[in-house]
Every structure is written in C-alpha cells, then in structure tokens.
C-alpha cells in the first residue's frame, strides 16, 4: 500500500530538525530497539560531488544508503567518459552495475541521487530502474550537474516512474558543492529544500517571490556577463530579466540559447549576486 506522502514528508522533517521527545518513565526503562528506517538514500557519484551530496541527505533525513557501483568503471579521463556516455545512450545499452538489484521493499521513500549527464541523470541510474520497482513509492530526485538539468532529470524520472510519486527536485551544481565552503553551502540548501519538501512547495510557487519580468538594465548586463564567464559554451543570450530580494539578489533572466550546435531555445537562468563585499555574481543553474 503507497504511504501517504504528508505522513513520510512529515518522518522526514522531524527526521530533519532531530526533535525527540522522552518521557520520564521511559527514561527509567531499557532502552528500545533502534527504529527500522523507513527512507533509503540511493545514489550513483562519477567524482565524488554526488556522494558528498547524498551523506548530507543521508544525516539529515537518517536514512540507509546505497551507493550504485559499476561493474566496468567509466575510462579515467573526461573525454574519453563523454564518449562512452555519449555512446550508451545512442544505443541504449545501460552499464552494467555490481548491485542493480537492490530489496527496497521496506522503503517507503528513495531519495534518488545522480550527475547530470548529457542533460539528464547518467546511465547507471536507467539500469537502476530497469532493476527494481519504485511502484508506490515517494521518490526524491536530487542531483550535481555543470550547469542545470535538474528540471530535465526529474521529468524523465516522472514518465519512467509513472506508478511513483516523484516530487520537487533539488540540484546543487558541482562548482558549488567542491568550493571550499562548499558542504556547508550544500547542508543549507538541503534543509531548506526538505523543508520546501514538507510543505509541498512546487517550482512555481518557488518562483513566486521574483518580480515581473522587464527589460536589461547595464548592470543587469554585468551581472550575467561575470556569472556566465566560464559558460561561453553555452551560448546564452539574456533576454530579459526578474529579480528577488534575499541577503543579496537573486535574478531569473530569461534566455535563448544555442550551444552544442543545436537550434536556439528559450531557458532560464538563475543567477545569485552577493550583499556588496562578499563575491561576485555566481550561476546557480540553468534551467533545461
């Protein structure tokens, strides 16, 4: 029987802020058996942001883990992994994994961590998939990327999964999460996302808090320039922009972009600028 999602967000959130109350009988007693963990944190890591990404999920929700092994490891170097990648999904012959086949049966929710890959989560999480039944179950998709693919990955999840409740997703990119504050930063965002989790927040309504989209101003325009500087691959063509008051100013631009050699679309790009005196404008993610 499927759990009711407001009852497993609730374990989680309580899971969460570690709230734990004992009553002074039950002090005086032996101690109970510990509680059978009802969430498991599965997850796929090419480099190691990832799975730094999943020991945060894991502390905070107190969750079981699983980390998905390759039996044939990808090559050493990124290009040659860019191939091999490239070339699975041409063909659609997922790698094969060490522990495909996982008893999940106990699990009321999988936390489903991976890389983004050629815009979506990598291979090894398709032969995951094709392994193991997620019917009735809450999935919670979370992801490292380049530049985005968070949106993209959990909509694939979504048509593969159609028997599961996969919910709002959260991505943090791999720039941010191996930055020298970079655990700290990501410990935050996961609070604040399980939290958004809780409440059932959805995309939209995350986006509620920016204001309409106008015209570029000059410094609109130097803020994206120096937060995409190392994105030249991207293409991407501000358009327009809105913007959120928080400890400095987040800005949505509405965007086209081409990069890759393929025809222009329509994005979005989130951009995060600092109270004066503590760094430059930063990419969150795009949103593709």
């Not at 407001?6 to 570690?18: E, H, I, N, R, Y």
């Not at 983004?116 to 999935?139: Q, R």
């Not at 994206?224 to 922009?241: I, M, R």
């Amino acid at each position: 029987m499927k759990m009711s999602f407001s009852v497993v967000l609730a374990f989680s959130l309580t899971m969460l802020v570690g709230c734990k109350e004992e009553s002074a009988q039950s002090k005086q007693q032996a101690e109970p058996a510990a509680q059978v963990s009802k969430s498991v944190v599965v997850y796929y890591s090419q480099n190691g942001a990832t799975k730094t990404l999943a020991g945060i999920f894991k502390e905070a929700i107190g969750a079981d883990v699983i980390e998905l092994q390759l039996a044939n490891a990808y090559p050493s170097t990124y290009d040659s992994t860019i191939a091999a990648v490239g070339a699975q999904r041409e063909s659609k012959q997922w790698p094969a994994l060490v522990n495909a086949r996982r008893e999940l049966a106990r699990y009321d929710t999988v936390y489903l961590g991976y890389p983004i890959m050629f815009g979506s989560f990598a291979p090894p999480i398709y032969t995951f998939l094709d392994s193991n039944d997620l019917s009735g179950k809450v999935v919670v998709p979370f992801c490292t990327y380049g530049s985005g693919g968070r949106k993209a990955s959990a909509a694939e999840l979504k048509e593969l999964e159609p028997n599961a409740n996969v919910t709002l997703a959260m991505g943090i990119s791999n720039r941010r999460i191996t930055a020298e504050n970079g655990a700290e930063i990501a410990k935050e965002e996961v609070m604040a996302f399980l939290e958004n989790l809780a409440a059932g927040k959805t995309d939209e309504m995350l986006m509620g808090g920016f204001s309409e989209q106008r015209p570029l101003t000059a410094e609109d325009s130097a803020v994206f320039a120096t937060a995409t500087k190392d994105y030249a691959y991207l293409s991407l063509k501000p358009l327009s922009v809105s913007t959120q008051v928080v400890a400095g100013t987040n800005y949505l631009f509405l965007c086209t972009m081409s990069g890759f050699n393929r025809p222009p679309t329509e994005t979005m790009v989130k951009i995060f600028k600092p109270l004066p005196g503590r760094g430059e404008p930063e990419l969150i993610v795009v949103e593709k």
